[in-house]
């Protein structure tokens, strides 16, 4: 081939090649501009003012000490110049260096992006600016699509059109996510540090800016080595952009941060909130809750949530330590899906405002709150209700005597119910104050059958217990589920004096402008004798002083106290649930999944070994520095010291006397 | 002239070359530099379409997640602008009201309203000494005003119940009243006595004497246990005719029972309701119950 013929060819092939690109370019540009004029159609309006996405206003939930403890929905707005020049230099410098620059789309950062994405497989780079991140944030959903993209790269161009820079940082930095339900810089610097933005530090500002990225992963509560390891990244990306110097960035990076340990706290154990939450989901919409910028005082007190949270984790570590190992194993390993599990329920008495919950040991790996949902048999913890009961209909005292002998109560259509204690042994005549203390099932088995178990449950209905109640004979013993909470609330009742108040947990509901929708009225009802409900009282005071929970007067637990302990079968749950004049707490201890509490040397846990120390550690603390207050003694009551076998006046042959509260009437 | 012949193809590289690096490419590849530059330095693309996009702004659809937030937010600004505006029409109303009875016909079931302890002292003032008394008794009531930490007062409508709860500053309840539906017509009609004879009244119904019987163990009885049961003998004495009947409550209403007394006029049978404690209704109770008995034993004698 000659070269002229050559010279031809190559300058067909260039020309050829020239006007197929520009045929291409320009079907391109038609295709973009006919796929621009159609898309541009169907976007989002964008607000004008921009400023007006941080109208909605926030639901906000107090503690009963006014304690801010979580904000729903709803923007804390502030301007560009009430927030720490230090933040928005951190964040310019992580999510978007050339903000200032660029019109809505970083050209360079894209190309360099499609490059990453296209040519480096497995690996992604992000481009999106600040303005893109707004858009996105703004209007569209999180899902991954080119048509997302194209549309949120429109909408980003109109913003940067329609807007100043300095509009769009502020929109930005008002709504940005932040994690542990805080929404824009203003939010979080005070979910995290308990401050304004403005007043943020050069450490605080570039930890906080590592948040947007992923607020789960980088939460400095649960992950902090994580989080740390950001704020270092961002600090060396402020120091290559020139906004920082040298010296700043070595003294941000060893500066101490000072978290705010209210935001620790409700990360650790949301279950109160989760119950406030389903409380105001029964009285008001959704749509209310959540956009209708509330504000929600609750019961709840944070001390006491601390405190439950403490005593509940180290006496389920304990009780752990002692026990078996196939069990100690099974949750200490990976899955702690079958560990060791607790609940905690605080009331106070005379109102019924719930003052702490504690659902489990782990909020984040178990939402369930078992405080509230559980419903666990409560074995001898259901007693009181049967001894008030036989009180009221069998005209019975607690000096009265009863055997502890061998029982067998036939049943129509069923086999005959044999009750055991748990002592597997019977101590013959005993007055009942000290069967009651001893927890001995037979004679409570004697007493149910001669009242019926229809009257015990009217009883537990009085006190509140709303749970289903089997109407058969073992009723006594506690064969019926109940919940921590309902056991605190209906307690509460013996520790008022027969008086019930409905358990609570939201104080007051008022608008965004405070005005009042809904306010509690703490109202009593008397349900119970007083007369014989304080026989009761005195004898649950026994089962601290003396009786099956005598272990809390050994850990050093002083204030007047009453309460009952309470095991399953197979010790498969225990209870503890009791009270001092102000505050009535229960406390379960179990598995998840039906499996018994033994120690290694194959010993049952009860009520008294597990479920006592829990609840005696928690109110060592939430009463110190109580001063010591008796129960309130009804007029007709006095005290006698009788013989426990007899029930009689102590003679030369009594061993052992008890202290006993009867009528007047009965006094002799 | 070979370089100028662009339409003919070249024959030679040198040709091409000439033609490659003409003025005239130069010119349009700097052309193409310099849009492509000022691009990327002055955004103008962007700009158009940014400036087109915001002219056709306010045609386009209201979409998207703050949208809809702001949606929810205004339907629930809405829907709680209703509720308050229910409730704190009917506190303006308790508030504006000149009596309690007034007050107590504008309770509507399961709303209550909220007064200032003042508010309730000056309607209660406003009282005649008959109704007030029906309230209960004065000397509960002193005992309640008398109380420092009594602040508010809550009005409830409930199940036919008309509940006055006595508040403190954390809302617990101080003491609290309970007005049956008998007195509470009562109360609303401002009138001692109720047209009618007992047997219209529920409450009463199950348990009525005759008068006779009544007096004779109202005579039997200690002075102090006649007082709680009639403490103002006044309102009966005032009222026309003469008491044909009693009747005593069914329910227990704080520590008191009423006992409706029915008085046959000359025109027509009424009813005058008022409250006694209830240690001194059972006493009475008690005795009327024996007499009764007593009454019936000696008429079935004489019967045979």
């Known amino acids: 081939m000659s070269p002229t013929i050559r010279i031809i060819k190559f300058s067909r092939w260039i020309s050829g090649l020239f006007y197929f690109g520009l045929a291409l370019s320009g079907g391109i540009s038609i295709i973009i501009v006919v796929i621009f004029f159609i898309a541009s159609q169907n976007l989002p309006q964008v607000p004008n003012p921009l400023n007006r996405i941080t109208d909605t206003p926030a639901t906000e939930i107090f503690a009963s000490n006014g304690e801010r403890l979580m904000i729903l929905g709803g923007r804390e707005s502030v301007p560009l110049n009430r927030i720490s020049f230090h933040f928005i230099q951190a964040i310019l410098a992580v999510e978007d260096h050339r903000f200032w620059e660029h019109h809505g789309i970083d050209k360079l950062r894209t190309l360099k992006a499609l490059w990453i994405t296209f040519f480096k497989p497995g690996q992604i780079q992000g481009a999106s600016t600040i303005t893109q991140q707004l858009a996105k944030n703004l209007f569209f959903s999180f899902k991954p699509t080119y048509t997302r993209k194209f549309r949120e790269l429109l909408v980003a161009i109109q913003i940067e059109s329609q807007y100043t820079k300095s509009e769009i940082l502020e929109a930005y930095l008002n709504q940005i996510p932040m994690g542990i339900g805080a929404s824009g810089i203003e939010q979080a610097a005070w979910s995290f540090f308990n401050k304004p933005a403005a007043a943020l530090n050069l450490a605080e500002s570039a930890l906080l800016a590592g948040l947007p990225k992923s607020p789960t992963r980088y939460n400095p509560y649960r992950f902090f080595a994580r989080a740390k390891k950001r704020q270092q990244l961002i600090l060396s990306r402020m120091l290559a952009s020139g906004f920082i110097r040298k010296d700043q960035f070595q003294e941000a990076l060893n500066a101490e941060l000072e978290f705010y340990p209210r935001s620790a706290r409700l990360n650790s154990g949301n279950y109160f909130i989760d119950f406030v939450l389903k409380n105001l989901e029964d009285r008001y919409n959704p749509e209310i809750i959540y956009h209708g910028g509330l504000k929600i005082t609750t019961t709840f007190n944070p001390q006491l949530q601390s405190l439950a949270e403490i005593s509940l984790q180290n006496g389920l570590s304990k009780l752990e330590q002692e026990m078996s190992k196939p069990a100690v194993s099974s949750y200490n390993g990976r899955s702690r899906q079958n560990a060791l599990q607790g609940a905690l329920s605080v009331v106070e008495t005379h109102s019924g405002a719930i003052k702490a919950l504690v659902g489990g040991r782990s909020y984040s790996e178990t939402v369930y709150n078992r405080a509230v949902n559980n419903n666990r048999l409560p074995g001898s913890g259901f007693k009181p209700f049967l001894y008030y009961t036989a009180f009221k209909q069998l005209n019975l005292n607690p000096g009265s005597v009863v055997v502890d002998r061998p029982v067998k109560i036939r049943i129509k259509g069923a086999s005959p119910w044999i009750p055991k204690n748990f002592s597997r042994n019977y101590k013959g005549p005993i007055i009942i104050k000290n069967a009651f203390m001893k927890s001995i099932n037979t004679i409570a088995a004697q007493l149910v059958e001669q009242t019926g178990p229809s009257k015990v449950i009217e009883t537990a209905r009085r006190c509140g217990i709303k749970s289903l109640l089997r109407p058969v004979y073992s009723i006594a013993l506690g064969t019926s589920g109940v919940s921590p909470l309902e056991m605190a609330s209906s307690f509460a009742t013996f520790a008022n004096g027969g008086v019930y108040h409905e358990p609570f947990v939201i104080q007051r509901v008022e608008d965004a402008l405070g005005r009042v929708l809904e306010e509690h009225i703490i109202t009593g009802k008397k349900s119970l004798d007083p007369v014989i409900t304080y026989q009761v009282v005195d004898m649950m005071k026994g089962v601290i002083d003396r009786g099956t929970a005598k272990i809390i007067r050994k850990m050093g637990f002083e204030l007047p106290a009453a309460g009952k302990t309470g095991t399953t079968n197979g010790y498969k749950d225990a209870w503890f649930t009791g009270f001092t004049p102000t505050l009535s707490t229960s406390v379960w201890v179990g598995f998840d999944k039906n499996l018994g509490l033994k120690t290694v040397q194959g010993i049952g846990i009860t009520g008294g070994r597990g479920a006592a120390p829990i609840w005696a550690d928690f109110m060592i603390k939430a009463t110190s520095g109580e001063p010591s207050r008796e129960f309130r003694i009804p007029a007709s009551i006095k005290f006698k010291t009788v013989d426990t076998l007899t029930g009689q006046r102590p003679t030369e042959k009594t061993i052992n006397t008890t202290r006993i509260a009867v009528l007047k009437d009965n006094f002799k | ?304």
């Not at chain 2, 002219?55 to 629930?76: C, D, M």
Request: proline residues 3%; contains cysteine; positive net charge.
């Open chain 2, 1 to 304: 002239m070979v370089c100028m012949n662009h339409l003919s193809e070249p024959k030679n590289f040198r040709e091409l070359a000439c033609r490659f690096f003409s003025l005239r490419t130069a010119i349009l590849f700097l052309i193409c530099c310099s849009v492509l530059i000022s691009e990327l330095r002055f955004d103008f693309i962007e700009r158009s379409l940014g400036t087109y996009l915001t002219s056709i702004n306010q045609f386009r659809p209201k979409s998207g997640a703050i949208w809809e937030i702001g949606l929810h937010s205004s339907t629930a600004q809405k829907t709680l602008e209703h509720m308050l505006s229910h409730r704190q029409a009917s506190e303006y109303e308790a508030r504006k009201a000149e009596t309690l009875q007034q007050l107590l016909a504008g309770l509507v079931p399961e709303k209550g309203v909220m007064i200032s302890a003042q508010s309730f002292k000056k309607l209660f003032l406003k009282l005649s000494p008959m109704l007030s008394i029906e309230l209960g008794s004065p000397y509960h009531l002193l005992k309640i005003f008398n109380d420092s930490r009594f602040v508010r007062t809550y009005f409830e409508k409930k199940g036919g119940l008309i509940i006055i709860y006595f508040l403190d500053v954390h809302n617990q309840v101080l003491e609290q009243i309970d007005i049956g539906q008998d007195l509470a017509q009562h109360f609303q009609k401002n009138d001692i006595a109720i047209k009618g004879t007992l047997n219209n009244l529920a409450d009463f119904s199950n348990r009525i004497y005759p008068a006779a019987l009544f007096f004779t163990v109202i005579d039997s009885l200690p002075k102090e246990v006649c007082e709680g049961i009639i403490s103002e003998p006044r309102i009966l004495l005032q009222t026309q005719g003469r008491i044909n009947r009693i009747g005593i409550s069914d329910e227990v209403l704080s520590g008191f029972i009423e006992i409706g007394y029915e008085f046959i006029d000359q025109k027509e049978t009424k009813v005058v309701v008022m409250q006694a404690k209830e240690w001194a209704v059972w006493r009475l109770r008690k005795l009327l119950e024996q007499k009764l008995l007593h009454v019936n034993t000696q008429k079935n004698r004489e019967k045979i």
